[in-house]
């Protein structure tokens, strides 16, 4: 087994803006499973970020616990990073942002991370608007503990034991909308076409922006069954389409061909349905895409691409209106500016 | 573009650089592998079996793979395959003992070999095992050829060339030596079923026309007649002022060997520009290591001499100028002519093929250039009977070419005794074996050294320059051998891809290091070089295209910066890379009837 990667590169490897190849965005070799959606992603994100000529210093990835959470180590190897507790990234990232706002947060998380022991943080850190990149890697199960079924397994869905999940499953994309993220999004690990215009797009939203990915687990979770696993998504590849994302225009556009829908039956029989996004679809309105969720839930479908998007709301530090200067580069004489100027603030309150 | 098919020897056989250079093809990372594993003797036959001379060839080979080699265009420094490859011949055990053991059965075939050089103790040796008596006349005093004559002995010492020369001769060979021939007629009316015309390129070039040269010839010499007279100890001494005209590597050989006999102020003086001198650049360094001036763009204008006492030459001094096809020309600068003092010239400015022992009525066609018709692929001549090889065949080469001529040509004489098709050529031998052990576990050392070149130590000069015997590499150490074998890349272990079991998860396309493997839709091969995730921008280096997936994409792998490193089998959750080791070995003579394979380890 390896466990270092070859420090040679393709000699015409292309560079970006700052000089930078793609090299300089990746890590050190995944340990994950061979074949882990995850992995994808991960290279989703140094793709994006290698396009969008970041520097790498300016970023930071924050997870929480498992397989997902650990993904960070093996991505963006020149950034900063803090693996933290299980479902506990939100409040990291809140307290590394509120210290100092001119990075781009990446906070990596799984479905086990956010939708079971990190829900209270993932709904109040969507309440507050953290500006930051929130990406679930999406398995329907807990990978790193051996795959038991997660919130967000289907309801139905076989694992690879051979039970069936009886439970309905949280649908994180929907919850987030509700609960007011001004971005969210939601892609497959295996379309990288789709994915990266969309982490290039979440990384240039202000504000909160969520990405549902679904990342087949391929040890635990890609069997005849599982409405996670490869086979079953794979078939969808085609019928999604792909987005286009143009940094030096603020405008996000998405471009479906009208209405287009692929069935796909199920080992039980029953169908489900990717579907891409129509014209009369406004990811700027959130009654519409609300709207479209629950139909395309009653429908069992899923739906890919951009979903939603304001850009109106103000951030956390919007909100709580701090200063411009990021709080970590004030200096002791910015905070304790002396004596004769506390004296006036306390005359104001005398 | 179609799907790869891998199923042609020649595809994976072309992704080993090295041995796809090599004219022998011999199975570099093969031996490579084994001197890293100390198996020195297995490395070693793996070598004899494919390039018959391995310590000659470890020092002296004009090493065509090197250039070749992955490492180039990974890197920037080849591996150094020839240099190894004498480690493997420093440290062998019992070799013989692996050999061919006579006496063999006679088949009752009679075979002359003309000139003793590689190509004729190829075939010699491909042949004796078959049981063909072999008759060799040359006209030296030992075989060898121009290893023997022209190559000096501090670049190959005189007791490794016997060795290998006397492998062969013991396998039963009748050797004529100091044995002229003066009429192939007078052979060919003799009771030989083939003849085999060996006799390399024995002439080397003059300047006749040049003012001076007749009145001066005391002093000036043939280089390659010099390194001869030298080799065989005519000649033990030279003046104190010498210049070499030419810039092969006969001229550096000559150089060289001026030092050593006396030459205290040795200058080569050439009309090309330095960097496009013939001389491979090692022995250029090797040269002006020895205090060897290298003047060039000077074109030789005469002879000077006083009372038939050579004084010096002049020279044209000249700028080498292209035209927009890259043909260079060589103007003069307008300079003044420059006098060079000197007491002795060496002229090393080519060699020429010379038959004047062959009659030209024996129905042997020989074309325009006064050269032999050759058939490229068999070696035969326009006279059936009659086959050439080495520098003779299509002039002057090297020690490999005229080993792989050997067997080529043995392969068409074996042919043409059992009257069989000489185009009815046997295919090479070949065999795919999967390198994986367990999950993540290779039978080969997968990971990728980054370690530069190693350099190859030397005797001090002061040594080296007193005895033109005195070898002056000294051979890779056996703990710097092993650190230079860790920069092979293994191209032998070759990426296999079985599409069908392929989920496209793309783990092999994030994985890969150097970015050659892309999943995208089909197109003909220059938009699809253009599609991958670096365009496939070497023509030379091919791709390996699979079938249609599951989505409607293809697989492509541009072969050309691969570094064997098994990551995209590692990361593969369903085994659809695979590493899988390809030996592939021309099939020689003595292979052809028997089932017995090729040496392997
Ligand atoms: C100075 C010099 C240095 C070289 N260094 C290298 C090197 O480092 N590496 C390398 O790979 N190559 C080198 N070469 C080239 C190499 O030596 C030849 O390409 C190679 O030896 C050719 O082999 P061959 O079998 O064709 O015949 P040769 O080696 O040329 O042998 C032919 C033999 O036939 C004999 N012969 C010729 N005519 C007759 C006849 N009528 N009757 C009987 N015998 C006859 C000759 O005496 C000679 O012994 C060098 C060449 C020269 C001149
Ligand atoms: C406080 C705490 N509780 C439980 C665990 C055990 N645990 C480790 S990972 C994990 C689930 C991870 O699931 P998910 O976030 O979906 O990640 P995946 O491995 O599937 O990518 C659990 C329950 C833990 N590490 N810490
Ligand atoms: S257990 Fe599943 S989620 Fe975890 S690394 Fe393996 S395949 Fe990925
Ligand atoms: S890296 Fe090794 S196998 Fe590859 S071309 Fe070079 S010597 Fe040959
Ligand atoms: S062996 Fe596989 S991963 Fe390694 S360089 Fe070659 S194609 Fe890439
Ligand atoms: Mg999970």
Request: some cysteine.
């Amino acid at each position: 087994m390896s466990y270092l990667k070859p420090q040679f590169k393709h000699p015409k490897l292309p560079k970006n803006k700052i000089g930078y190849t793609i090299k300089e965005y990746e890590g050190p070799l995944s340990t994950l499973c061979a074949g882990c959606g995850h992995d994808s992603i991960s290279a989703a994100i140094v793709q994006a970020c290698f396009e969008m000529s970041v520097e790498p210093h300016k970023v930071a990835k924050i997870s929480g616990i498992g397989c997902s959470s650990k993904t960070p180590t093996y991505f963006l190897g020149n950034s900063h990073g803090f693996n933290s507790v299980h479902g506990r990234m939100p409040s990291v990232a809140t307290g590394a942002s509120m210290s100092n706002k001119d990075m781009v947060y990446f906070g990596v998380s799984g479905d086990g991370d956010s939708a079971s022991i990190g829900m209270g943080q993932f709904v109040h850190v969507i309440r507050r608007n953290l500006n930051m990149v929130y990406i679930v890697m999406n398995n329907g199960c807990y990978g790193l503990t051996k795959g038991q079924d997660s919130a967000t397994a289907d309801q139905g869905s076989k694992s690879k034991a051979g039970s069936v999940n009886p439970f309905q499953a949280i649908d994180l994309a929907s919850l987030a909308i509700e609960l007011g993220a001004p971005f969210v999004a939601q892609s497959f690990s295996g379309d990288k076409q789709q994915l990266v215009p969309i982490i290039k797009a979440a990384m240039h939203h202000k504000g909160f922006a969520f990405i549902n990915v679904i990342s087949p687990c391929v040890t635990f979770n890609n069997n005849a069954g599982s409405t996670k696993s490869y086979d079953y998504v794979r078939q969808h590849i085609e019928a999604t389409s792909t987005l286009d994302f143009v940094p030096e225009m603020p405008i996000i556009t998405t471009k479906y061909d009208q209405g287009k829908s692929t069935k796909v039956a199920l080992h039980d029989g029953s169908i489900i349905q990717l579907n891409k996004l129509a014209t009369d679809w406004d990811p700027e309105d959130r009654v519409s895409v609300v709207n479209a969720l629950q139909q395309a839930r009653l429908k069992n479908e899923i739906l890919t691409g951009l979903l939603y998007v304001n850009t109106e709301w103000n951030d956390l530090h919007g909100t709580l209106k701090t200063c411009k200067t990021p709080l970590n580069k004030l200096t002791e004489k910015d905070l304790c500016p002396g004596e004769e100027i506390l004296e006036g603030i306390n005359r104001n309150f005398r | 573009m179609k799907p790869t098919d891998t199923k042609n020897p020649e595809y994976y056989h072309k992704v080993v650089d090295c041995q796809y250079a090599c004219p022998a093809h011999t199975p570099v990372p093969e031996y490579i592998r084994l001197i890293a594993a100390e198996k020195f003797t297995e490395a070693y036959m793996i070598n004899w079996e494919s390039n018959v001379f391995p310590g000659v060839l470890g020092r002296t080979c004009d090493r065509p793979c090197e250039p070749a080699c992955r490492r180039v265009r990974v890197e920037e420094e080849p591996v150094a395959i020839c240099r190894l490859k004498r480690v493997a011949a420093d440290n062998k055990g019992d070799v013989k003992k692996h050999m061919p053991q006579g006496p063999f059965p006679p088949n009752g075939k009679k075979i002359a070999l003309i000139g003793g050089g590689p190509a004729s103790l190829t075939m010699a040796r491909d042949l004796a095992p078959l049981g063909y008596e072999i008759h060799l006349f040359d006209e030296q005093i030992a075989g060898g050829g121009m290893m023997r004559s022209q190559i000096p002995s501090f670049r190959l010492p005189e007791q490794v060339l016997n060795e290998e020369v006397n492998y062969i001769l013991d396998l039963g060979i009748h050797t004529q030596f100091l044995t002229y021939v003066k009429s192939l007629k007078e052979v060919l009316s003799q009771d030989y079923d083939a003849v085999f015309v060996g006799t390399g390129a024995p002439r080397g070039r003059d300047l006749p026309k040049l003012p001076g040269r007749k009145e001066a010839d005391a002093h000036i010499h043939i280089g390659i007649e010099w390194l001869a007279n030298v080799a065989f100890e005519h000649t033990k001494s030279i003046n104190k002022k010498v210049i070499v005209l030419g810039g092969g590597n006969t001229a550096m050989d000559c150089c060289r060997t001026s030092r050593r006999l006396g030459g205290k102020d040795v200058k080569v003086v050439v009309r090309s520009p330095f960097e496009e001198m013939k001389a491979s650049p090692w022995e250029k360094e090797d040269a002006i290591h020895e205090d060897i001036e290298i003047i060039d763009n000077h074109v030789p204008l005469s002879f000077e001499h006083e009372n038939g006492k050579l004084t010096g030459m002049k020279f044209q001094k000249v700028k080498a100028v292209y035209d927009e096809n890259g043909k260079r020309q060589l103007l003069p600068t307008g300079e003044d002519d420059v006098f060079i003092e000197a007491d002795e010239v060496l002229i090393a400015i080519g060699q020429e093929n010379s038959f004047p022992w062959i009659e030209r009525d024996l129905g042997l066609d020989f074309d325009k250039w006064n050269m032999p018709v050759v058939d490229e692929v068999t070696f035969q001549s326009t006279n059936s009977k009659v086959f050439f090889g080495g520098d003779s065949a299509f002039g002057p080469k090297n020690v490999i070419t005229a080993v792989a001529h050997g067997h080529h040509a043995a392969v068409s004489i074996h042919l043409f005794c059992e009257g069989e098709s000489l185009y009815d050529r046997p295919s090479p031998y070949t065999n795919l074996v999967s390198q994986k052990m367990g999950i993540h576990e290779w039978s080969y050392d997968s990971s990728v050294a980054i370690d530069q070149r190693y350099l190859v130590p030397q005797a001090k000069k002061s040594l080296t320059l007193k005895d033109r015997k005195k070898e002056v590499e000294l051979g890779f150490e056996i703990a710097t051998a092993y650190r230079e074998t860790q920069r092979c890349l293994n191209c032998d272990v070759q990426t296999v891809f079985k599409e069908d079991r392929c989920i496209e998860c793309d783990a092999c396309m994030d994985v890969c290091p150097t970015s050659c493997i892309t999943f995208t839709t089909n197109a003909e091969e220059p938009e699809l070089r253009q599609k991958l995730l670096v365009p496939a921008e070497n023509l030379e280096q091919d791709l390996l295209v699979s079938s249609e997936l599951k989505t409607g994409r293809v697989m492509v792998k541009d072969e050309d910066v691969c570094l064997h490193c098994g990551l995209c089998a590692e990361r593969c959750p369903t085994s659809a890379w695979d590493m899988q080791k390809y030996f592939y070995s021309v099939t020689k003579a003595n292979q052809m009837s028997t089932a017995f394979p090729p040496i392997e380890k």
